[in-house]
């Protein structure tokens, strides 16, 4: 695979683009119901044309309210007071001037439509009653306006504004339930990976306080006896000071051991890690590295990989949206390649390299005769490291 600096991962790329799919959707259902359906009645030739014009611009008006309205919903944002307003006055004049002329199969379009996107903006308690409201009293106006007229078809102007309120409302809310529930569940899975990132941190000063705080307790309490001794009796104040200096040597030491091992990377021990931190995230992780080829590489090409797991799955979380990734070790002429794969990349991101470690890394692996290199493409993100035995 030729070395290519692609496109990083961008994790708020997916839920854009799903947010964007979503609303597509849902003003794509509007406009096409609403533009098929009131359309013939617009281009009837025996329709007067006066008539026509009103609904025919009453329509287009309520589809782009709705439109605009779907897009604030969408992004969580509070409906705005002129569309509201826009789009009921609309509604009310598209679905009157067909009622009016005697047509009931279309009139009840725009307003059960434009109610569908109302009560979006309702909590889920309130949403269903109102949509259990507009399915009685749209069938009554009709009901109300074909007796009053002498309509023979009175069923007709019941049952179709009830099919339109049904066939819009569930639908809507659903849509719109679906993609509060994939906002909710990248929210969780960005949580998981911060909490696994967290308790590494915790547990590494936990550690650190255990060494610690014991020597620092004994060291202060030795410290204060061998001032009180200073003048009374200096030879053991001089005792208590070298068991000070014996204690605070000890500390550095341990200090510095927990430092090294908690710095110091093994490929398996990053591998592992990773595989833990991913899946607690949500990620589904595939490893397939040969244990014989890993133990048998040299102390300074080990550690490099295993950084450049530990880097590659730091992006992976900060940046991606990835649902699976693989670790793969594989041998490599007189050495080893190792490939870390994910299904998270989005094009037109900021470059992988920017602003990480990636870059310093290929250094690190260049100067000891190894390769490193990203790629982002169809989707896929890959980095690929090779080093020497």
Known sequence: MSTVRAPADDGAGGLAGF????WWA??????????????DWVLDPGVHPGLRAVTGLATAAT?????????????????????LVTACGAAVLAGAVPLAAGNFGIWSIAPAATIAVLVMFLPPRRAWPALAAALVA????????????GEPHVGHAAWMPALMVVAFGPAMLGMLRGWQVAARLDDARRMAGRLAVADERLRFAADLHDIQGHHLQVIALKSELAARLAEADPARAAEQMREVQQLAGDALRETRALVQGYRRTTLSAEISNASRVLTAAGVTVRTDVDADLAAALPEAPRGLLGLVVREATT??????????????????DTGARLVID??????GGPAAGDGTGLVSLAERLAAVGGRLSWAGEDGRFVVTATVTA
């Open 19 to 22: 947010r964007r799919n979503v």
């Open 26 to 39: 849902l003003a794509g259902t509007v406009a096409c119901v609403l533009g098929f359906a009131v359309g």
């Open 63 to 83: 589809i782009v309210a709705c439109a605009v309205l779907l897009g604030r919903r969408v992004r969580d944002e509070p409906a705005s007071a002129g569309w």
């Open 138 to 149: 749209l069938p009554a106006v009709g009901v109300a306006v074909a007796l009053a007229t």
């Open 315 to 332: 992006n992976l979380l900060r940046h991606s949206r990835a649902t699976r990734a693989a670790f793969v070790l594989l041998p490599e």
């Open 342 to 347: 994910n299904d998270g990349a989005s094009p």
